[in-house]
Nanobody, 125 residues
Framework: QVHLVESGGGSVQAGGSLRLSCAVSGYTYSSNCMGWFRQAPGKEREVVAAFNFDDSTRYADSVKGRFTISLDNARNILYLQMNSLKPEDTAMYYC???????????????????WGQGTQVTVSS
């Protein structure tokens, strides 16, 4: 069973930085189909950053150049470094994982089935 636990959220002023961590256990697949999502009050959950099957990364347009996703494979920790934070980044942040799929080639699906409990990020102006 895959288990994800986020940490590192908090309150910060605009322009500040935070690093979120996600301890991953039970993920035995030979891939890194993992990512970070967020959900603000009254809004739909959106993908912030995620790994593709080839370990390339993808980001929401709103965070490109400010956020960086990374994975420490040795320690099984997924990170999200967030710089130049803005009030609109305020949300509950979740890490997620999913097993890879095969349809002639391996890929990471858009749908993630394993989720952490979330960590709150609040950015004040």
């Amino acid at each position: 069973q895959v288990h994800l636990v986020e940490s590192g959220g908090g309150s910060v002023q605009a322009g500040g930085s935070l690093r979120l961590s996600c301890a991953v256990s039970g993920y035995t697949y030979s891939s890194n189909c993992m990512g970070w999502f967020r959900q603000a009050p009254g809004k739909e959950r959106e993908v912030v950053a995620a790994f593709n099957f080839d370990d390339s990364t993808r980001y929401a347009d709103s965070v490109k150049g400010r956020f960086t996703i990374s994975l420490d494979n040795a320690r099984n920790i997924l990170y999200l470094q967030m710089n130049s934070l803005k009030p609109e980044d305020t949300a509950m942040y979740y890490c997620a994982a999913e097993k890879p799929r095969y349809n002639g080639r391996w890929f990471c699906p858009e749908y993630f089935g394993y989720w952490g409990q979330g960590t709150q990020v609040t950015v004040s102006s």
